[in-house]
T-cell receptor, first 112, second 110 residues
């Protein structure tokens, strides 16, 4: 596709369940980011993948959060044993070898 | 703590007024970007500045990068309701890694 694609667009889950969020970056972009955004506020960095390098996981809030990027393309963010405070919009962005990030529309996660 | 601090956090003005949003840090960035985000959408890039002291204009928007490449400002002249949104600054350190500010939520009333 032409842009960054995220799925699902909305996800409602019960507290304690695991969820998987998917990101399809723009083809050829070597860098991929996951961010979390609460209530239209600023972006909270979660994790960063760059090519074949080890990912920068310094933003993951707890060990319930993990992410992988297969074949340098599609990425999955997994949240285990979801809590209500995990409710937020999860944004994925990809970047080429320039100083610009292209964002998907996000996945709105609601934990009830 | 945020690497980039934006101010103000919220701004509500009347159509036709001017405004300035600030993005400050104690760190040096190789480049700095400004994004605008509308409800239900991801942020969209407005501009990238890379040289200390650089000024870029995009219609009614003027962006400035500080001489020391630690801060930036966004000035909007004669704001319009279509300018309403969340404005985010982002700084790059090293190759491709971005740090985002906390955002400024702008509401322009007709």
């Amino acid at each position: 596709g032409a842009g960054v694609s995220q799925s699902p667009s909305n996800k409602v889950t019960e507290k304690g369940k695991d969820v998987e969020l998917r990101c399809d970056p723009i083809s050829g972009h070597t860098a991929l980011y996951w961010y979390r955004q609460s209530l239209g506020q600023g972006l909270e960095f979660l994790i960063y993948f760059q090519g074949n390098s080890a990912p920068d996981k310094s933003g993951l809030p707890s060990d319930r959060f993990s992410a992988e990027r297969t074949g340098g393309s599609v990425s999955t963010l997994t949240i285990q044993r979801t809590q209500q405070e995990d409710s937020a919009v999860y944004l994925c962005a990809s970047s080429p070898h320039t100083t610009e990030a292209f964002f998907g529309q996000g996945t709105r996660l609601t934990v009830v | 703590t945020q690497l980039l601090e934006q101010s103000p956090q919220f701004l509500s003005i009347q159509e036709g007024e001017n405004l300035t949003v600030y993005c400050n840090s104690s760190s040096v960035f190789s480049s700095l970007q400004w994004y605008r985000q509308e409800p239900g959408e991801g942020p969209v890039l407005l501009v990238t500045v890379v040289t200390g002291g650089e000024v870029k204009k995009l219609k009614r928007l003027t962006f400035q990068f500080g001489d020391a490449r630690k801060d930036s400002s966004l000035h909007i002249t004669a704001a319009q309701p279509g300018d309403t949104g969340l404005y985010l600054c982002a700084g790059a350190q090293g190759f491709n890694k971005f740090y985002f500010g906390s955002g400024t939520k702008l509401n322009v009333k007709p």
